[in-house]
DNA sequence: CTCCCGATAT
DNA sequence: ATATCAGGAG
């Protein structure tokens, strides 16, 4: 496990790599947004914006989610794939938003929560991006690369990931190390050939290490 | 834990 | 062919 020392000089590089890392989901107000992060639930936030780039066009407040046929909709969001769930949870969410919230979109990180489709990252994401509230969201990339690097265990499940940066970055600082750590873990250390041999965080990167050292095995 | 699920990269 | 993608619900 890294110390805070360690910690932070892998934030510091990563922030070299990725000054301006940002949200990447297009969206113009918090309703597009909670939806868009919704839809992004295993699947690429390129093919999201591909179909949000219409669907919002066509879809502007819940009660024009709300006026279309289930079919329909599932339709609109096909290609996103798992379409049937979220198609499901958007309608729902819709409901309730106009029900118990005016057609608004909530501003905490709980009332968040107990949207329809809207876990604990979509949450965070929701509440850091669109309200300025202080969270992390634990998404694939932030667990994978928190991993590998050290900065916590193996085995932790992701609120512990999310407990562990909490813990270890300064409050100011949970926003743009979050889409850091996701546009490091996207772009450089990727789930699938993570560019090891031109990382700056190689001589501390627990996983690193193993993997050059394999590699070197091969070569040998 | 399993299921949902199409698009894309490898 | 298969792994992976800004996960969440039952």
């Not at 969001?77 to 379409?83: F, V």
């Not at 876990?119 to 998404?139: C, H, L, M, Q, Y």
């Not at 609120?159 to 300064?170: A, F, G, I, N, Y």
């Amino acid at each position: 496990m890294m110390n805070k020392k360690q910690i932070r000089f892998c934030l510091d590089e990563i922030t070299k790599m990725f000054p301006d890392a940002e949200c990447e989901l297009k969206h113009a107000n918090p309703f597009e947004l909670v939806i868009a992060v919704l839809l992004s639930a295993q699947c690429t936030d390129v093919l999201v914006n591909k179909v949000t780039a219409e669907l919002f066009k066509k879809y502007k407040t819940p009660e024009d989610y709300l006026a279309v046929s289930l079919e329909e909709l599932q339709q609109d969001i096909r290609s996103i794939g798992l379409y049937r769930n979220k198609a499901k949870n958007i309608r729902k969410l819709c409901e309730v938003l106009i029900e118990n919230y005016g057609g608004e979109v909530p501003r905490t990180k709980a009332e968040l929560e107990k949207l329809a489709g809207v876990g604990r990252k979509t949450a965070n994401v929701v509440a850091s991006v669109a309200f300025n509230e202080p969270a992390i969201a634990v998404d694939t990339h932030v667990e994978r690369v928190s991993k590998r690097l050290g900065i916590c265990r193996w085995k932790d499940s992701v609120v512990q990931v999310e407990e562990t940066l909490m813990r270890k970055v300064p409050i100011k600082e949970w926003s743009d190390t979050h889409h850091r750590l996701i546009f490091f873990g996207r772009y450089h250390c990727k789930a699938r050939n993570p560019e090891c041999p031109t990382c700056p965080l190689l001589e501390l990167c627990r996983e690193g290490q193993k993997r050059m050292k394999k590699e070197k095995e091969v070569n040998a």
